[in-house]
């Protein structure tokens, strides 16, 4: 059998089936393999129960996004099928499961790719070949379960993709002057993660401080998008910092300019549930003027307005005080107790 690209290949159709949960380096070194001598290979995502915290629709996800369409045309994925039995029923039970819902699909592989013992019998109830890829996990010595019970310890196993989705996002809000940039900076490197500078004062630097609605919610979503990438990237761990929210930018829009864009407020409610733990820095440090800030009067102003918004957005807060390290050893006592 020859592929489109003209490379002589094994088997006409193959088939891999599993959790996913999560996709991690194993499964794409089972992948890898079944797509080098397949034309054409369907993935089943599946589990009874599913995994609430990765729910099989993100699990495809992550298969989409690392095996995107334009590159690997040959891969197909399928989907949910009703009823399956439980992950703990006999591997009769599966496989008896399986065939009847291949059938009804009419997918008919003729190899089957795993990495497991079950593999041998399973791909012979299907009447396909069975190839087995790094049974003794020295290739890629993890699995989903150990991945389940430490995922930031065994992270190395993940792509960033995948990876991004457990890394939790911390906000820190505060007036101006309340020092939430150097402790942004300083959580991030105490953390060893990564951290989010304010992207608006890079927009607000650009304009001259001269600043239209349209100017902040570039500056919510550009702040959003640094706060994805933060995640993704390959220093974070466990934890992302952020300085400031799109909540706050709502606030300055309607300062600065007096009305705001819809999806700027939209983008504001969506923080309620986008941190996992917000910081307020209180107004015990002394204002010091950097010749874009406004006065001592004005930044209690903005304090007031910022814990008000939390408090009528009903999102759970912990003010800090002190020093820098006094704050960033009230947030580590916070975060460990988590």
């Known amino acids: 059998m020859t592929s489109?690209?003209?490379?002589?290949?094994?088997?006409?159709?193959?088939?891999?089936?599993?959790?996913?949960?999560?996709?991690?380096?194993?499964?794409?070194?089972?992948?890898?393999?079944?797509?080098?001598?397949?034309?054409?290979?369907?993935?089943?995502?599946?589990?009874?129960?599913?995994?609430?915290?990765?729910?099989?629709?993100?699990?495809?996800?992550?298969?989409?996004?690392?095996?995107?369409?334009?590159?690997?045309?040959?891969?197909?994925?399928?989907?949910?099928?009703?009823?399956?039995?439980?992950?703990?029923?006999?591997?009769?039970?599966h496989r008896g499961y399986v065939r009847g819902v291949l059938d009804g699909w009419d997918v008919r592989p003729d190899a089957v790719f795993t990495s497991e013992g079950y593999g041998k019998a399973f791909a012979a109830s299907l009447g396909a070949a069975h190839v087995l890829v790094d049974r003794a996990r020295q290739i890629v010595p993890v699995s989903g379960t150990a991945l389940r019970a430490d995922v930031h310890g065994l992270r190395a196993f993940l792509d960033p993709v995948v990876y991004a989705h457990f890394v939790r996002r911390v906000v820190i809000l505060g007036a101006e002057s309340t020092g939430k940039s150097t402790l942004t900076r300083a959580l991030g490197e105490a953390f060893g993660t990564t951290w989010v500078r304010e992207y608006g004062r890079d927009v607000y630097e650009r304009e001259n401080g001269a600043l239209t609605p349209g100017h902040f919610?570039?500056?919510?979503?550009?702040?959003?998008?640094?706060?994805?990438?933060?995640a993704r990237s390959p220093g974070v761990h466990k934890w992302v910092?952020?300085?400031?929210?799109?909540?706050?930018?709502?606030?300055?829009?309607?300062?600065?300019?007096?009305t705001a864009p819809a999806e700027l407020n939209a983008l504001a409610g969506a923080c309620r549930a986008r941190?996992?733990?917000?910081?307020?820095?209180?107004?015990?440090?002394?204002?010091?003027?950097?010749?874009?800030?406004?006065?001592?009067?004005?930044?209690?102003?903005?304090?007031?307005?910022?814990?008000?918004?939390?408090?009528?957005?009903?999102?759970?807060?912990?003010?800090?005080?002190?020093s820098v390290p006094e704050r960033v050893a009230q947030v580590r006592a916070t975060l460990n107790g988590a």
Request: with cysteine.
């Open 4 to 93: 489109e690209s003209g490379l002589v290949k094994t088997y006409r159709h193959g088939l891999i089936v599993g959790k996913f949960a999560p996709l991690h380096r194993g499964h794409m070194l089972l992948l890898d393999a079944a797509l080098e001598q397949c034309e054409r290979v369907s993935v089943w995502v599946y589990s009874r129960p599913d995994f609430p915290e990765m729910p099989s629709p993100l699990r495809r996800g992550w298969l989409r996004a690392l095996y995107p369409a334009r590159l690997f045309p040959g891969l197909e994925l399928l989907p949910d099928a009703p009823t399956p039995p439980l992950n703990d029923e006999p591997d009769a039970v």
């Open 217 to 230: 919610l570039e500056i919510a979503r550009g702040h959003r998008a640094l706060e994805d990438e933060a």
């Open 241 to 258: 910092f952020s300085d400031t929210n799109a909540a706050t930018t709502l606030m300055w829009s309607h300062l600065l300019t007096g």
């Open 275 to 322: 941190y996992a733990h917000t910081f307020l820095c209180d107004t015990d440090l002394p204002h010091e003027q950097d010749g874009w800030r406004a006065n001592t009067e004005v930044r209690a102003v903005q304090q007031a307005f910022i814990r008000q918004d939390l408090e009528a957005r009903g999102v759970p807060f912990t003010v800090l005080r002190g």
